[in-house]
């Protein structure tokens, strides 16, 4: 199955502002971005609202999906994260 390239591809990062692995996280989905076009979203596991996100991910982030599908956690690398999108691209599956 050949997937559309107009199929949005979604990169939630969860995230929190103590994270010093997050921050790494970041700036390779900036990279990444500049290679493979995606949206990027970030949620605050310690916000009220993300509570369950926390109870789910509080002792692993940052975690890393892509339109809702869990892919990565802890330490994100470069061409692991643009290896997995080129084949979402195409599959349609991570």
Known sequence: MVISPSRRILLTLFTSKSCSLCIDAKYTIEKVQKKIPCDFEQKDIKAP??????????HDIPVLHINNQFIFK???KQDELE???????ETGTV
């Open 49 to 58: 609202e993300n509570s369950d996100w926390f109870e789910k991910y509080k």
């Open 83 to 89: 290896r997995v999108l080129n084949k979402y691209k």
């Open 74 to 76: 802890h330490r994100i």
